[in-house]
C-alpha cells in the first residue's frame, strides 16, 4: 500500500508518502531510506510496526455499489479506527492497529460472508 499527500500545516507544502512493507522486511526497508536521504532531501522517517491490513477483495466490486461504505461502517461500529486506506476497481485494504486485527478481520468477513 502506498499513499501519498500533500501537508499545509508546517508553513511550506510538503509531500508525505506513506507506505506498508512486511514486518520482516523493515529493517532492510528503512536502511535502503536512510540512503536515498542526501538524494531525495526528505525530513525525517517514522515507522510504527503496531499496524495489520485488513482488505477485502473481489470483482463483484465493479458492480456493486457500497461496498467500501459497508466496510467503514462495520469498522466504525467495531470502534477500530482507520489509519489509512487504499481502493482499486476490485479491493479496499485499511491500516488498523495491530491489536484490532482479529475483531476487525472477524467483524468484515461476518458482514460479507456470513
Do not use: C, R
Not at 511550506?12 to 538524494?39: H, N, R
Not at 477500530?80 to 472477524?106: C, F, R, Y
Amino acid at each position: 500500500m502506498i499513499i501519498q499527500n500533500i501537508s499545509h500545516g508546517t508553513g511550506t507544502p510538503s509531500t508525505d508518502i506513506s507506505f506498508t512493507v512486511d514486518k520482516p522486511d523493515l529493517l532492510k526497508a528503512q536502511k535502503v531510506i536512510a540512503g536515498l536521504k542526501a538524494e531525495v532531501g526528505f525530513k525525517e522517517v517514522l515507522t510504527d510496526e503496531n499496524i495489520g491490513k485488513v482488505s477485502i477483495v473481489g470483482v463483484g466490486m465493479k458492480s456493486h455499489t457500497g461496498v467500501a461504505g459497508k466496510m467503514f461502517e462495520v469498522l466504525a461500529k467495531e470502534g477500530v479506527n482507520i489509519g489509512m486506506i487504499s481502493t482499486s476497481e476490485i479491493k479496499i485494504s485499511v491500516v488498523i492497529d495491530l491489536a484490532k486485527g482479529p475483531q476487525a478481520t472477524k467483524a468484515v468477513h461476518e458482514a460479507f460472508i456470513g
